[in-house]
């Protein structure tokens, strides 16, 4: 019959300034009775198993153990345990277009969980209307809940274009960009558009967003004007 040797240990690496944290024995040859000295804790002393505390403050804290079992008492096993603060999670909010992707990129602690039930530090979302998204992070025992939301901008109407003579004009009133040949015109951001030289225009329409539309294309062959 051997004398218990005593040993813990913890579901989590650290502990959480004012959260419950649990030190589980797991000292050998069936121990009955437990001396637990948790320095900076609260309790500071214990004589259950697995004794459940609380710490205040962030730090280094030395915790020990002595273990008895019928054939007598172990030597003091001692380690220490980090408390920490819960972490600041960071996650920035967005504006997209519909049918528009996006990335949320969470930081600020060592894994998540979201509301959608990913895991990943990173979610892409493609929302149909404006989502709130939650996210938890953990650092050991810590945890805190930050949110994202992604606003779905509206896309402009399909926009169409008339022309008379070598004149184009666009549906739209305003935002408006024509192309030629599928080539951005520099500073043709009118209504109308006056052409000058054959080939295919197009217009393409933004919203405040940044969300856009495009009309269908119009194949110009220059009117003489006399």
């Given at each position: 019959n051997s004398v218990t040797m005593a040993n813990f240990c913890t579901a989590f690496s650290s502990a959480c300034v004012n959260t419950p944290f649990v030190f589980t024995d797991q000292s050998s040859s069936t121990p009955t009775a437990w001396s637990w000295t948790l320095t900076g804790a609260s309790p500071s002393t214990s004589t259950?198993?697995?004794?459940?505390?609380t710490y205040t403050a962030a730090g280094v804290y030395t915790v020990s153990l002595v273990s008895t079992n019928v054939n007598g008492s172990s030597s003091v096993f001692t380690s220490t345990i980090n408390v920490t603060t819960p972490p600041t999670i960071t996650v920035p909010s967005y504006t997209v277009c519909q049918v528009?992707?996006?990335?949320?990129?969470?930081?600020?602690?060592?894994?998540?969980?979201?509301?959608?039930?990913?895991?990943?530090?990173?979610?892409?979302?493609?929302?149909?209307?404006?989502?709130?998204?939650?996210?938890?992070?953990?650092?050991?025992?810590?945890?805190?809940v930050a949110t994202a939301t992604i606003s779905v901008g509206s896309t402009p109407a399909?926009?169409?274009?008339?022309?008379?003579?070598?004149?184009?004009?666009?549906?739209?009133?305003?935002?408006?960009?024509?192309?030629?040949?599928?080539?951005?015109?520099?500073?043709?951001?009118?209504?109308?558009?006056?052409?000058?030289?054959?080939?295919?225009?197009?217009?393409?329409?933004?919203?405040?967003?940044?969300?856009?539309n495009t009309s269908g294309i119009t194949n110009v062959v220059l009117t003489d004007i006399e």
């Open positions: 259950v198993k697995n004794p459940s505390v528009q992707s996006k990335a949320l990129a969470a930081s600020g602690a060592s894994t998540y969980s979201w509301s959608t039930g990913s895991t990943n530090a990173v979610l892409i979302v493609s929302p149909t209307s404006t989502t709130v998204y939650t996210v938890t992070g953990f650092s050991g025992a810590c945890s805190s399909t926009p169409t274009v008339t022309q008379s003579g070598n004149v184009l004009m666009s549906s739209s009133a305003s935002n408006n960009q024509w192309y030629f040949n599928n080539t951005i015109i520099p500073g043709a951001t009118s209504q109308s558009y006056t052409v000058t030289q054959d080939g295919d225009y197009k217009v393409v329409v933004s919203s405040q967003y940044g969300c856009l």
